[in-house]
């Protein structure tokens, strides 16, 4: 089966997309303030998870830039900063605090590869879902046919056989199904994983994030067109039953209307997730502005209220893109019978 | 008193309020065929949550529209 090699090579590409994410906003009210908010949910070259005891709990990730004349370098982000925790140059390099992006001294163009917090996200669900889905895959290989599974591995059947039955058989037909069921299973469970790993205080933001969002509604768009039948060609480079004069207008439309679909796919799972954690630092931020304990009374139990409503739109926003994603391909695949 | 803001505040009020009739009048559909019909309450189910969520999608990519117009100010 080639499919499986696809998906690992899809993954990596997908890592590799992750240039630097762009900050979603600018925050410029006044030079001296920063916005921290928007600092808990952008993208950023290093991993702070937390500060005890101020002391800052950190991941140094590598910096890795490409200039015209200097060619590449690589080096941790840990050289931004000097003994005394100011900010420095190096190597010509330093680093924007405004808008989090690395420049150079002298004002040239600066080509950014860095491994930022988004990326490092993705990297660790990676690494979760591969290590459950191997080995649930190695449970199955060493348990005779007939038994049921128990336990976790019963959990993680019911979520391949729920996208399995219910998103990809239901939407892309029984003749295709088996082709694109691992695809959107990855899709599903990396969405699920992401934005419930969103969740936690000290993560990184993944599917919040518009450049992982329009990554993926880029590997929905290529699937779909790279298997979508003649037929489907046909409806929009000559829809049929339509006088030729109307073809200047009808095929722009058709066109367009190929990317509308993958642009709302990426806008909805953006604004979604990144809403849902905007309103939840801004609850818990209530608690700081106010600057008194007893404010907490009402905050956490209208915080508890959302975390328990952005669970669930994290499950729905996974379903329904992949929903989305189902029916795409299944429109595309479709023949004429 | 600032003209952007308060643009920025009716625009996310006028959008709550059409994603909320729209919504209701989907949920309202949805309950009516579903006592006309129970058997098929799970089709429509599902057909129901395709829809809200494609509404909901518009409302919310609108409010961070308006979120734009505010921080970016």
Redesign the interface.
Known sequence: MNTPRIHYISLLISLLAHTRGVPC????NTPKEE?HL?EHVADAPVWHFATINGKELTIYLPIIVYKQEAGFAAFSSRKFWDANHHPTSYQGFYLDHHTKKVKALDGKRVYDFSFSKNAAGVLLSLLILLVLFMSLASYYRRRPIHKAPKGVWLLLTLLVCFVRDHIAKGNIGKKHYRRFTPYLLTLFCFIWLNNFLGLLPGAANVTGNISTTLVLATFTFLVTHLNASKAYWHHIISPPDIPKWLYPIIIPTEILGLFTKTI?LM??LF??I??GH?VLLSIITIIFILKTIFASIIVVPIGTFMIILKLGVSF??AY?FT?LSALSIGGAVASHE | MDLTILGAAIAAGIITLATAIGIGKIGSNALQSIARQPEAGDKIRNAM??AC?LI??IA??C??IC??IV??K
């Open positions: 906003c600018h925050a410029e916005n928007l709302t806008m909805r604004a979604n990144l809403a905007l729905l926003q329904l929903l | 949550i395709l969520a909901e999608g919310i990519i409010a961070i979120l734009l921080v970016t």
